[in-house]
């Protein structure tokens, strides 16, 4: 990855106009695809598959005028005035009648009407008004939401002077998000700190401008995506959030690895490529960790939240591509005006300026302090996270309504007025639901299960029990005794279900609890059922990952315990907030409470991934300065080696994820005091999350235990080192291709030295072919030859040594190698075909396995394929059969070929080679007893070995 990541960077930075006008179209397309396609977004929830969802669908078919969403208004009469009194009934009832008229409108109930019950409240001192709308709250227009609100303004002008009036119901409960000023006051923290950072006003706004550039494309594509998918009011801001966050993060990284090397003398482009194949490997892998925490919150199974999950996810993968695009085409733009204003060199007095030791720097003198009193340390982040997790044993969760709105908001002041003159679970209906038609008495029915409901701990009252106008289903309308986002609420709803079975025997009816209330409550139970398999899921992946990229035991599991502590601390601190009420007037929370439900799930997923990246970012470079300590080579210096790779690599990467650290913070927290009630809690935990995790974790707690583990923090055993991938997030092809820039230092289209296979068939083969040439490999057995094949097209990884074919070195290009290499397996598929197709194309290289195998015919048919073949193709041949390869070469016009004999030293030539002749010796094993010999690099004639077969077989 990292070599491909290299080159793309490398092309972006020499062609950066082509990189910028790609991306400004792909944001004018998904632009103009928001406008056209945009259908707005839908805050109803919904949880397919749930007792209360199946019920919903029932009341659709069934009883749509308790199934849609609905509003209501209350009346609060004047102090002293009775509401029922003419001055406040006339108006009232003139207003449902003007309110029946409105279009979509099912039912507008007048709390006088003789067959409402509880409408008017036990004091006389207010009346709500409840209206049933045809289908959900997105199906009701703007028109008839600006009707209802002006209806209500004139009844509110035209009762007694003291009485009060607000509207609100399902309809008005959720508000839609909108970007405010304390966002920008993020972007602007998120500058200084990228000025800082990076010493130059123009780079640190290159970050800024990918982000905003990324933002604009991710949400113009949600918006799009309304047409096809339900997306909440939530969603954009979530991607906005994080897609700003994680933009600005991956371009620091990269500019930042950029700006170090210019600094060091190094060529622009050279470095701009380095940059994307080093700090863009370890961006991409960053990226597909939370791509996976977020994609991850389908385990849930509640649509909504899918989708919420996708959509951010989708932001994030646009930064990361904008990140590795993007970002080196806007260097390119720079060149070397990149390297900004240079450090100030600290001042010493003349008479100790020579003396003067260099002072060290902050991330040194801290990293020295942890290091030297690790378990102390360790201790102490250990019992201070955990004093700050206590909050979180509190946690309640529910998803939102209008009592989390601002309280100057109509619909909160509504639902503040129905808790205070009707009771807190007027906000919250219940609903009881069945069929009925085998009953003979349905209104008897309805009204017995109502007496026996309203005898249930929890219930207020019952304020309606009847069949509908069919007589088929049924309904028992609840009110709870607590609000809708009450754990008595949730106690209520259980106990309701409990009785199913009693009432199914005694009633005959098979009852659902259903009402958006219970919708609320299943999901967020089904959220906290999905929080264990959810949590398992991400930290046995982090195990894996990391376990992947550092070749070790120890790292993975410190870095899952880390983000345990990380994850329970962030919950602690939002519970403190919002539901013991710390700080909660100073971040402007509406009412201290639940939580909203989704919040630990959505906090868990993003944070575990950008956990990550600082986890990859300080130890990586950890990682490369014991690797490369010589000390650590001895037994005895192992422990000190170890110690001094964490100061180094934290010293060198301290700087950049401190920057990015405080800019994630800044973008999250931006998010508080103003935001969505539904996104507070989450900007909450994201910023106390990355705050904690970066300087209290990674920071702290990470270099004390790896300080207390030594260099066992980098074994891992064998058995593990053999099955797990290798992922090069660090670079090392691309360093691997820098240092080998120049060999083989000719022109060879194919090159090889010390060339080994896993299998231990070919051992420190050394390989040279022209242009145009021809190179037959002989001497071991025919598996391993076809392996050797196998490995020279790309296909396979070679075990050790040097390999360089069609001008990329291997295995880090093996792409690039595949698609100018052919390769024919010989005797699997019709040859003349398969080497026709191994031609096509810009193939400068063709190898043949097998060609023993071949007929009479089919080498005549091959060996006209290779005569038409482009001028220059060079041909390999992997044959236990000299002999034949020879007859191919023959016929093919080509009779000069270099031999290489993998089973024994090379041979001295008997007569002078061909003048055009590039030959080849080998170093090898011998295929039968496994004993090395040592051969000698010399040229060999193609006619002398061919004709001494027998002797070096």
Same mark, same amino acid.
């Given at each position: 990855?990292?070599?491909?990541?290299?080159?793309?960077?490398?092309?972006?930075?020499?062609?950066?106009?082509?990189?910028?006008?790609?991306?400004?179209?792909?944001?004018?397309?998904?632009?103009?695809?928001?406008?056209?396609?945009?259908?707005? @977004?839908?805050?109803?929830?919904?949880?397919?598959?749930?007792?209360?969802?199946?019920?919903?669908?029932?009341?659709?078919? /069934?009883? #749509?005028?308790?199934?849609?969403?609905?509003?209501?208004?209350?009346?609060?009469? &004047?102090?002293?005035?009775?509401? /029922?009194?003419?001055?406040?009934?006339?108006?009232?009832?003139?207003?449902?009648?003007?309110?029946?008229?409105?279009?979509?409108?099912?039912?507008?109930?007048?709390?006088?009407?003789?067959?409402?019950?509880?409408?008017?409240?036990?004091?006389?001192?207010?009346?709500?008004?409840?209206?049933?709308?045809?289908?959900? !709250?997105?199906?009701?227009?703007?028109?008839?939401?600006?009707?209802?609100?002006?209806?209500?303004?004139?009844?509110?002008?035209?009762?007694?002077?003291?009485?009060?009036?607000?509207?609100?119901?399902?309809?008005?409960?959720?508000?839609?998000?909108?970007?405010?000023?304390?966002?920008?006051?993020?972007?602007?923290?998120?500058?200084?700190?990228?000025?800082?950072?990076?010493?130059?006003?123009?780079?640190?706004?290159?970050?800024?401008?990918?982000?905003?550039?990324?933002?604009?494309?991710?949400?113009?594509?949600?918006?799009?995506? /309304?047409?096809?998918?339900?997306?909440?009011?939530?969603?954009?801001?979530?991607?906005?959030? +994080?897609?700003?966050?994680?933009?600005?993060?991956?371009?620091?990284?990269?500019? &930042?690895?950029?700006?170090?090397?210019?600094?060091?003398?190094?060529?622009?482009?050279?470095?701009?490529?380095?940059?994307?194949?080093?700090?863009?490997?370890?961006?991409?892998?960053?990226?597909?960790?939370?791509?996976?925490?977020?994609?991850?919150?389908? =385990?849930?199974?509640?649509?909504?939240?899918?989708?919420?999950?996708?959509?951010?996810?989708?932001?994030?993968?646009?930064?990361?591509?904008?990140?590795? @695009?993007?970002?080196?085409?806007?260097?390119?733009?720079?060149?070397?005006?990149?390297?900004?204003?240079?450090?100030?060199?600290?001042?010493?007095?003349?008479?100790?300026?020579?003396?003067?030791?260099?002072?060290?720097?902050?991330?040194?003198?801290?990293?020295?302090?942890?290091?030297?009193?690790?378990?102390?340390?360790?201790?102490?982040?250990?019992?201070?996270?955990?004093?700050?997790?206590?909050?979180?044993?509190?946690?309640?969760?529910?998803?939102?309504?209008?009592?989390?709105?601002?309280?100057?908001?109509?619909?909160?002041?509504?639902?503040?007025?129905?808790?205070?003159? =009707?009771?807190?679970?007027?906000?919250? #209906?219940?609903?009881?639901?069945?069929?009925?038609?085998?009953?003979?008495?349905?209104?008897?029915?309805?009204?017995?299960?109502?007496?026996?409901?309203?005898?249930?701990?929890?219930?207020?009252?019952?304020?309606?029990?009847?069949?509908?106008?069919?007589?088929?289903?049924?309904?028992?309308?609840?009110?709870?005794?607590?609000?809708?986002?009450?754990?008595?609420?949730?106690?209520?709803?259980?106990?309701?279900?409990?009785?199913?079975?009693?009432?199914?025997?005694?009633?005959?009816?098979? +009852?659902?609890?259903?009402?958006?209330?219970?919708?609320?409550?299943?999901?967020?139970?089904?959220?906290?059922?999905?929080?264990?398999?959810?949590?398992?899921?991400?930290?046995?992946?982090?195990?894996?990952?990391?376990?992947?990229?550092?070749?070790?035991?120890?790292? #993975?599991?410190?870095?899952?315990?880390?983000?345990? +502590?990380?994850?329970?601390?962030?919950?602690?601190?939002?519970?403190?907030?919002?539901?013991?009420?710390?700080?909660?007037?100073?971040?402007?929370?509406?009412? /201290?409470?639940?939580?909203?439900? =989704?919040?630990?799930?959505?906090?868990?997923?993003?944070?575990?991934?950008? &956990?990550?990246?600082?986890?990859?970012?300080?130890?990586?470079?950890?990682?490369?300065?014991?690797?490369?300590?010589?000390?650590?080579?001895?037994?005895?210096?192992?422990?000190?080696?170890?110690?001094?790779?964490?100061?180094?690599? =934290?010293?060198?990467?301290?700087?950049?994820?401190?920057?990015?650290?405080?800019?994630?913070?800044?973008?999250?927290?931006?998010?508080? #005091?103003?935001?969505?009630?539904?996104?507070?809690?989450?900007?909450?935990?994201?910023?106390?999350?990355?705050?904690?995790?970066?300087?209290?974790?990674?920071?702290?707690?990470?270099?004390?235990?790896?300080?207390?583990?030594?260099?066992?923090?980098?074994?891992?055993?064998?058995?593990?080192?053999?099955?797990?991938?290798?992922?090069?997030?660090?670079?090392?092809?691309?360093?691997?291709?820098?240092?080998?820039?120049?060999?083989?230092?000719?022109?060879?289209?194919?090159?090889?030295?010390?060339?080994?296979?896993?299998?231990?068939?070919?051992?420190?083969?050394?390989?040279? +072919?022209?242009?145009?040439?021809?190179?037959?490999?002989?001497?071991?057995?025919?598996? @391993?030859?076809?392996?050797?094949?196998?490995?020279?097209?790309?296909?396979?990884?070679?075990?050790?040594?040097?390999?360089?074919? !069609?001008?990329?070195?291997?295995?880090?290009?093996?792409?690039?190698?595949?698609?100018?290499?052919?390769?024919?397996?010989?005797?699997?598929?019709?040859?003349?075909?398969?080497?026709?197709? !191994?031609?096509?194309?810009?193939?400068?290289?063709?190898?043949?396995?097998?060609?023993?195998?071949?007929?009479?015919?089919?080498?005549?048919?091959?060996?006209?394929?290779?005569?038409?073949?482009?001028?220059?193709?060079?041909?390999?041949?992997?044959?236990?059969?000299?002999?034949?390869?020879?007859?191919?070469?023959?016929?093919?016009?080509?009779?000069?070929?270099?031999?290489?004999?993998?089973?024994?030293?090379?041979? @001295?030539?008997?007569?002078?080679?061909?003048?055009?002749?590039?030959?080849?010796?080998?170093?090898?094993?011998?295929?039968?007893?496994?004993?090395?010999?040592?051969?000698?690099?010399?040229?060999?004639?193609?006619?002398?070995?061919?004709?001494?077969?027998?002797?070096?077989?």
């Amino acid at each position: 990855m990292s070599t491909l990541l290299s080159s793309l960077g490398r092309w972006s930075f020499r062609h950066p106009w082509r990189v910028l006008v790609s991306w400004l179209i792909v944001l004018g397309i998904a632009g103009g695809g928001a406008l056209v396609l945009g259908a707005g @977004t839908d805050n109803t929830f919904s949880i397919p598959g749930t007792e209360s969802q199946a019920g919903l669908e029932q009341l659709e078919r /069934t009883f #749509p005028q308790v199934s849609g969403t609905n509003a209501q208004f209350i009346v609060v009469a &004047a102090d002293g005035d009775d509401v /029922t009194d003419d001055a406040y009934r006339d108006g009232i009832e003139d207003a449902v009648d003007e309110l029946a008229r409105l279009d979509g409108v099912l039912a507008a109930t007048s709390p006088y009407d003789e067959m409402v019950e509880g409408m008017v409240n036990d004091e006389h001192t207010a009346a709500i008004v409840r209206l049933q709308f045809d289908g959900q !709250a997105t199906d009701v227009s703007a028109e008839v939401t600006d009707e209802l609100q002006s209806i209500v303004d004139e009844l509110a002008a035209a009762l007694p002077e003291g009485s009060q009036t607000a509207l609100g119901g399902d309809l008005f409960a959720m508000a839609i998000p909108a970007v405010t000023i304390t966002e920008a006051v993020g972007l602007v923290i998120a500058l200084l700190v990228l000025i800082v950072t990076f010493r130059s006003f123009v780079v640190a706004g290159l970050p800024l401008l990918t982000a905003v550039l990324g933002v604009g494309i991710s949400m113009a594509g949600i918006f799009a995506a /309304t047409a096809f998918a339900t997306v909440s009011s939530t969603t954009p801001l979530l991607a906005l959030m +994080l897609g700003l966050a994680v933009g600005i993060d991956y371009a620091l990284f990269i500019i &930042a690895r950029h700006q170090d090397q210019v600094r060091d003398g190094i060529d622009p482009e050279e470095s701009a490529s380095r940059a994307v194949g080093t700090a863009g490997s370890a961006v991409v892998f960053a990226g597909i960790t939370v791509l996976i925490a977020l994609i991850g919150l389908g =385990f849930a199974g509640i649509p909504f939240l899918t989708t919420m999950g996708i959509a951010a996810a989708v932001a994030v993968a646009i930064a990361v591509a904008i990140s590795v @695009t993007l970002t080196p085409a806007l260097l390119g733009f720079l060149k070397g005006r990149v390297a900004g204003r240079a450090k100030k060199a600290p001042k010493t007095k003349k008479s100790d300026a020579r003396d003067a030791a260099p002072r060290e720097g902050f991330a040194a003198r801290w990293v020295g302090g942890v290091t030297k009193r690790p378990i102390l340390v360790s201790i102490a982040v250990v019992l201070g996270l955990g004093i700050v997790a206590v909050p979180a044993l509190s946690l309640n969760l529910a998803l939102p309504n209008a009592g989390v709105l601002p309280e100057d908001s109509e619909a909160r002041i509504s639902y503040d007025l129905t808790a205070e003159e =009707f009771g807190p679970g007027f906000n919250g #209906p219940l609903i009881l639901t069945g069929t009925i038609v085998t009953s003979t008495d349905p209104l008897t029915l309805m009204q017995d299960l109502g007496d026996e409901v309203a005898q249930l701990p929890g219930v207020r009252e019952v304020a309606l029990a009847t069949p509908n106008e069919t007589a088929d289903t049924g309904i028992v309308q609840i009110i709870p005794e607590t609000a809708p986002d009450d754990p008595a609420t949730s106690d209520l709803v259980r106990e309701l279900r409990s009785h199913h079975d009693e009432w199914l025997d005694e009633y005959g009816i098979d +009852l659902k609890v259903t009402g958006f209330t219970a919708v609320a409550i299943d999901i967020s139970d089904q959220l906290g059922a999905a929080l264990l398999p959810f949590g398992v899921f991400v930290i046995g992946l982090s195990l894996i990952l990391l376990a992947m990229v550092f070749r070790s035991i120890w790292v #993975p599991i410190t870095a899952a315990a880390g983000y345990l +502590l990380s994850i329970v601390a962030s919950f602690g601190v939002v519970a403190a907030v919002f539901e013991w009420g710390w700080f909660a007037d100073l971040l402007h929370v509406a009412r /201290t409470g639940p939580i909203i439900s =989704f919040m630990p799930i959505v906090l868990m997923g993003v944070l575990f991934g950008l &956990a990550m990246d600082y986890q990859v970012f300080l130890v990586s470079r950890m990682r490369e300065d014991y690797v490369h300590d010589p000390d650590r080579t001895v037994a005895e210096n192992r422990r000190a080696a170890a110690v001094r790779a964490i100061r180094s690599g =934290f010293t060198s990467s301290a700087r950049v994820v401190t920057a990015a650290a405080l800019i994630m913070f800044a973008v999250f927290v931006a998010f508080v #005091p103003e935001g969505d009630s539904s996104i507070k809690p989450i900007a909450l935990g994201l910023a106390a999350g990355i705050a904690i995790d970066a300087f209290l974790v990674r920071m702290t707690l990470i270099p004390a235990v790896m300080a207390i583990l030594g260099d066992r923090a980098w074994r891992i055993p064998t058995w593990m080192e053999k099955i797990l991938p290798h992922v090069d997030i660090e670079g090392e092809a691309v360093e691997r291709e820098r240092a080998l820039a120049e060999w083989p230092g000719d022109d060879s289209i194919l090159a090889a030295d010390g060339l080994s296979l896993a299998d231990g068939g070919v051992h420190a083969a050394h390989l040279r +072919l022209e242009p145009s040439g021809s190179l037959v490999i002989t001497g071991a057995r025919p598996q @391993t030859l076809r392996a050797l094949a196998l490995t020279l097209a790309g296909r396979m990884k070679p075990e050790a040594g040097r390999l360089r074919v !069609a001008g990329h070195l291997l295995p880090g290009r093996a792409a690039w190698v595949r698609s100018h290499v052919g390769i024919v397996l010989l005797g699997d598929a019709d040859a003349a075909s398969a080497v026709s197709e !191994a031609l096509r194309g810009r193939t400068r290289l063709v190898i043949l396995d097998g060609v023993e195998r071949l007929t009479a015919a089919e080498r005549d048919q091959l060996a006209a394929r290779l005569r038409d073949a482009a001028p220059g193709t060079a041909v390999v041949l992997t044959t236990v059969d000299p002999d034949a390869a020879q007859r191919l070469l023959d016929a093919a016009g080509r009779s000069v070929a270099s031999v290489t004999d993998l089973s024994s030293p090379a041979h @001295t030539p008997t007569s002078r080679p061909h003048p055009h002749s590039r030959s080849s010796a080998a170093r090898g094993v011998d295929d039968n007893t496994g004993s090395r010999r040592q051969g000698t690099d010399s040229e060999v004639d193609a006619s002398d070995v061919l004709s001494e077969r027998s002797n070096t077989k």
